[in-house]
């Protein structure tokens, strides 16, 4: 059971336009709800992670928002670069769930000069 | 700088034999590590959580036997995939909680087998 969905599955963008992934799960127990970047043949990376007691967290040019009623929350890539076309993954985890990591299904953003 | 490291990020085996991949972390203690497998142009799925001190858990449908995990110390986890065959050729992570929630993930290793 895919427990978190992630939208779009592919994206494309011009430089310095405002990507916007969305993502949105089933389970409320979930209490952390961290984005990753990854690379082709590289690990993920934890870009910025948000709590359901927070509508917003902004770091550099990513933001989180957050619909805890909805079920929802999304990344924001703000002035997006060339640099920052990866995979991105949505994730969730809950408090006694023992860090594990329920993922999306990830979206390929291509940013185009 | 990375926290998370894994070793080797790429090798290619013969059908049959086994191969160890070493998950460790840098700069902190981890007693719990976590080992995936991803597919191209797919998300991660999560085979298999090592715990220091007891045994692996496994994920529905991960065959214990095939992937073998041992947790040897604080900083060091090992994955072995016995008598590899090549629909065992992915790419396998590693990641290790550091605090609370947050989760670092190795930079991979690329299995192939031929």
């Known amino acids: 059971q895919q427990q978190v969905k992630q939208s779009p599955q592919s994206l494309i963008v011009q430089k310095g336009g405002i990507p916007i992934i969305n993502c949105a799960y089933e389970n409320t127990a979930f209490d952390y709800f961290p984005w990753y970047q990854q690379f082709p043949g590289k690990g993920p990376a934890l870009l910025i992670a948000?709590?359901?007691?927070?509508s917003e967290k902004k770091e550099g040019r990513f933001t989180i928002s957050f619909n805890k009623s909805a079920k929802q929350f999304s990344l924001h890539i703000m002035d997006s670069q060339p640099g920052d076309s990866a995979t991105y993954f949505c994730?969730?985890?809950?408090?006694?769930?023992?860090?594990?990591?329920?993922f999306g299904t990830g979206t390929q953003l291509k940013v185009e000069l | 700088g990375a926290v998370v490291s894994q070793h080797p990020s790429w090798v290619i085996c013969k059908s049959g034999t086994s191969v160890k991949i070493e998950c460790r972390s840098l700069?902190?203690?981890?007693?719990?590590m976590f080992w995936y497998r991803q597919f191209p142009k797919q998300s991660l799925m999560l085979m298999a959580t090592s715990n220091e001190g007891s045994k692996a858990t496994y994920e529905q449908g991960v065959e214990k036997d095939k992937f073998l995990i041992n947790h040897a110390s604080l900083t060091l986890s090992t994955l072995t995939v016995t008598s590899a065959h090549p629909e065992d050729s992915s790419f396998y992570i590693c990641s290790a909680p550091r605090l609370a929630n947050e989760q670092y993930f190795g930079p991979g290793t690329r299995l192939t087998v031929t």
């Open positions: 700069d902190f203690q981890a007693t719990t």
């Open positions: 948000i709590r359901p007691d927070v």
């Open positions: 994730a969730a985890s809950k408090a006694g769930g023992g860090n594990k990591l329920t």
